[in-house]
DNA sequence: ATAGGGTTAG
């Protein structure tokens, strides 16, 4: 039986089955939909009706107030004044600023009209005259603060008294924060505002805890929400914090970051204090649960708990809760709860709508997305820029280019403007395609409409330059955006790790991982993976190793990538020897390694005779082993790239044992693989019927993940001399397309194919030509065969499979010849081509055979297990 | 108080 081995479990499920999956689930969810509405009678109240929505099996679930102990706020809460606070302890010097305030400044005016303004953007329409004065005077506020360095107390305290008299009212001030909310990038300024202002609001708690409120939302847009928690910390100490309103705010800028446990603890924390949640408070919450990826059975709890409380879902509830099921996947629920709003009292708005289409978006299911566009159209909901953007990204992840950038046209012929997510989904799709001029042009555009970069900007861009080799950009772009202020993600220092890593520059690569453990930020396990596979890859598997190691030790879970790439990694590392000129570019990577060498593998240093290559490679056995412990005790699944790559470690053992040892281990993870590839490999025939279903099996998954199976197989076939059956397998997969373009009968394509597969191939395609010889059909001119030269490998400078069939065509004779100005490419005139092929001792060495394998049973291995202590 | 964008293995 093949358990591991299904589509599903590939990671690149990949988009084809996604879409397959997703048409289907799609029918479903709309009749289920459908049986629903009919079904249920029209509700007597909102509240009943939103129980009625949710099914009994989840109303039973376990409220998530029973759970108070796992949602308590972290147990140090400074007090917001101290010595690692410097913008603190100044209040005092506006004092007198505030005495001078008349009463008549003192009155509550609404601030909505204005609260919803985005970034950059619009101005508000509906204001009232005193309200449109003193919005200009905050906005101009900003505008002066902004221009200042945000760490400038003085420069700070200076642009904010210059205001004094313009900024009157508190709501002036509340204003001034959420404005900075909109636009600041750094914590600093609305601090500086919130102390300076705290005096001048009047001595109220109401008047404060507004401000405290309006801080802590900045804070949270800032995504800062550690900051908005000390500035609650000190709303609460000064007496003034125990609102609901600051309680929602704070969970607000929890559910913004996707911290659900902690947004889930300020909730118990709040009716702790003796605090009604407000339905606000928990629209909240369930956002955040949707953000942080909290179980939906559990999101619901909180829902039916506002029932409970007797409060009534709006149409933001419904919103979130839509989100909820989209990002948990669940299309059906998702599907509900937009089909069964209208009923319940709130209509659906533009988030409705644009929330549904990108949960359908986000299954591929692009018909039904455009579908449901039409149908907002025709309920007076406009699309916008949102919707989109969204539906650009849709295709853009079906590689549906072109009508992704169709809909650009259409937003231009609609008069909507493209705006900063707009942008960089543009853009990513530039980058994916190739497009560097239309890259510059959308740069250009976005400068020109005063649109900065943010940090997926310059990701994506400092990705697509590095792709393409651009190192002089890459370098600019990283400065530029030092210069602009926009700060550095994981994301990229990944991004800027894997290109410099790549492109051979480990000193550099190294110097980037520096940086990031610099830069406070919290590691993820991409950032790990994708360092080890590079360094692995080019031949530093001990670097690799001891990265491992950090990363466990940092707390961080290896995953299925890492541990593939690991296993990849096996029998690959470089002997370095002093005068390998790369040790030279090493740098920094060189003396770190050094320590790893000395602690892990005293056999590698000094001299390097063959006695120390041995034993280390029965180390990396040894070490191989026991990571597929570790794999399992950790429990992560493998999957066919497991497979792959354990097939990969076999062709670079030494000998056949040490092989059949890690085939073991294949076995554990999935007898029926293990099965065929053990049977393979003996030369059993009777195996054949099998490796079909198996072939079968694998032609439902993407192409890249089928075809490096093929490839791993045929290598480790090849490798331990069982030729025909390897020529076999590589036939398999021609027939069944695994390798696209790869055949033709007077142009073989190897540049996708594995060294093994490659030599296969060639062998099988020259009896092709052979048998067109002898049939006496046309031939064109020139044969070719075409290699590739190594400019996509992942490895810096290298052309192995170019290398491994010109030594093959020189062994067998064969007179092909490297072309002059394309060295991936090997060509010979037919006639003479034909003229070989006629000799008589051509097939001989054309045909493969199998080499008796000797070693028939694995028996002996158990003594080498036991000797390892496995 | 709610919607869209940027990475990893073969």
């Known amino acids: 039986m093949a358990t591991h081995f299904t589509p599903s479990q590939a990671h690149a499920a990949s988009h084809k089955a996604a879409h397959h999956h997703s048409a289907s689930a799609a029918a479903a969810v709309t009749a289920t939909a459908t049986a629903r509405l009919h079904a249920s009678a029209p509700p007597a109240s909102a509240s009943a009706a939103a129980a009625a929505l949710c099914p009994p099996h989840l109303l039973a679930a376990a409220s998530p107030a029973s759970s108070s102990s796992a949602a308590c706020p972290p147990a140090h809460n400074p007090i917001f004044v101290g010595p690692g606070a410097p913008w603190v ?260 708005d533009i988030y409705t709508y644009n929330t549904f289409v990108d949960a359908i978006c986000k299954c591929g299911n692009m018909e039904l997305a455009m579908q449901v566009v039409l149908d907002m159209e025709a309920n007076n909901v406009n699309p916008n820029v949102v919707t989109y953007s969204t539906l650009m990204d849709g295709f853009s992840k079906l590689e549906k280019y072109d009508e992704a950038l169709k809909l650009r046209g259409k937003m231009k012929s609609l008069g909507i403007q493209l705006d900063r997510v707009c942008y960089n989904t543009l853009l990513a799709i530039y980058v994916k395609t190739g497009k560097y001029d239309e890259i510059a042009t959308a740069c250009e555009e976005m400068e020109s409409l005063g649109i900065e970069k943010d940090t997926v900007t310059y990701n994506s861009l400092i990705n697509g330059y590095g792709k393409q080799g651009r190192l002089d950009m890459v370098a600019f772009l990283v400065q530029d955006m030092r210069a602009q202020g926009v700060a550095p993600s994981v994301l990229t220092y990944s991004t800027l790790i894997d290109i410099y890593s790549k492109a051979g520059m480990h000193g550099d690569a190294f110097n980037v991982y520096l940086d990031f453990k610099e830069s406070g930020l919290k590691a993820d396990v991409v950032l790990f993976s994708s360092f080890i596979d590079t360094l692995a890859k080019n031949g530093l598997v001990e670097c690799a190793l001891s990265l491992l190691d950090e990363m466990m030790r940092m707390g961080i879970k290896p995953n299925v990538v890492t541990y593939n790439t690991i296993i990849d990694a096996f029998g690959k590392s470089k002997i370095l020897t002093e005068e390998d000129p790369e040790i030279g570019d090493m740098g920094i990577v060189g003396v770190y390694c050094g320590q790893i060498v000395r602690s892990a593998n005293p056999a590698t240093r000094g001299g390097r005779s063959a006695i120390d290559v041995r034993m280390r490679g029965s180390q990396e056995l040894f070490f191989i082993l026991e990571l597929f412990q570790k794999m399992v005790q950790q429990g992560v699944r493998p999957n066919v790239v497991t497979f792959s790559a354990i097939l990969n470690a076999c062709s670079r053992c030494n000998s056949f044992e040490d092989a059949a040892l890690l085939l073991e281990q294949l076995r554990l993870f999935d007898n029926f693989v293990y099965g065929v590839a053990y049977g393979l490999l003996m030369g059993h025939q009777e195996v054949w019927s099998q490796a079909r279903s198996l072939f079968n099996q694998l032609g439902r998954m993407d192409s890249p993940t089928s075809s490096a199976f093929y490839n791993a197989l045929t290598d480790v076939l090849w490798h331990f001399g069982q030729r025909q059956g390897a020529q076999q397998v590589v036939l398999e997969g021609v027939n069944r397309r695994v390798w696209e373009n790869t055949w033709s009968e007077f142009c073989l394509d190897l540049h996708l194919m594995s060294c093994g597969a490659a030599q296969a191939m060639v062998h099988a395609w020259l009896l092709n030509v052979r048998s067109i010889v002898f049939e006496g059909r046309a031939m064109p001119e020139f044969l070719s065969i075409l290699t590739g030269w190594g400019k996509h490998s992942k490895i810096a400078g290298s052309s192995t499979l170019r290398r491994v069939i010109e030594a093959l065509l020189l062994s067998i004779g064969a007179p092909f010849q490297v072309e002059r100005f394309n060295i991936g490419r090997f060509v010979s005139p037919s006639a003479v081509v034909a003229a070989w092929l006629r000799e008589s001792g051509t097939i001989n060495i054309l045909l493969l055979r199998n080499e008796r394998v000797q070693h028939a049973n694995l028996s002996n291995l158990v003594p080498r297990l036991q000797a390892l202590q496995l």
Request: proline share 3%.
């Open 89 to 348: 302890q100044q209040p005092q010097r506006a004092a007198a600023a505030a005495a001078a305030l008349g009463p008549e400044f003192r009155r509550t005016r609404t601030t909505r009209t204005i609260s919803k303004r985005t970034r950059g953007g619009g101005g508000s329409a509906g204001a009232q005259d005193r309200g449109r004065v003193s919005s200009a005077a905050a906005g101009r506020c900003v505008n002066k603060l902004l221009r200042v360095g945000p760490e400038d107390r003085r420069a700070l305290g200076a642009a904010l008294s210059s205001f004094r008299g313009e900024l009157v009212a508190p709501e002036d001030y509340y204003q001034v924060l959420r404005e900075l909310g909109d636009r600041d990038k750094s914590a600093y300024r609305a601090f500086e505002v919130f102390y300076a202002a705290l005096p001048l609001v009047g001595g109220g708690a109401v008047e404060k805890g507004k401000l405290l409120t309006a801080t802590i939302g900045a804070l949270g847009k800032m995504g800062r929400p550690d900051l908005a928690r000390r500035a609650f910390d000190t709303g609460i100490a000064g007496g003034y914090g125990n609102t609901v309103f600051a309680h929602s705010a704070l969970i607000s800028a929890y559910a913004r970051s996707g911290l659900a446990t902690e947004a889930m603890g300020v909730l118990e924390l709040m009716k702790g204090a003796g605090l009604r949640p407000t339905t606000v408070s928990y629209n909240a919450v369930i956002d955040a649960c949707g953000k942080g990826g909290v179980d939906l059975t559990f999101t619901l709890g909180y829902f039916r708990q506002m029932l409970h409380d007797g409060l009534c879902p709006d149409r933001k509830t419904f919103n979130s809760l839509l989100a909820a099921c989209s990002r948990a996947g669940h299309l059906e629920d998702a599907r509900a709860v937009f089909d069964e709003m209208i009923h319940l009292g709130s209509g659906r």
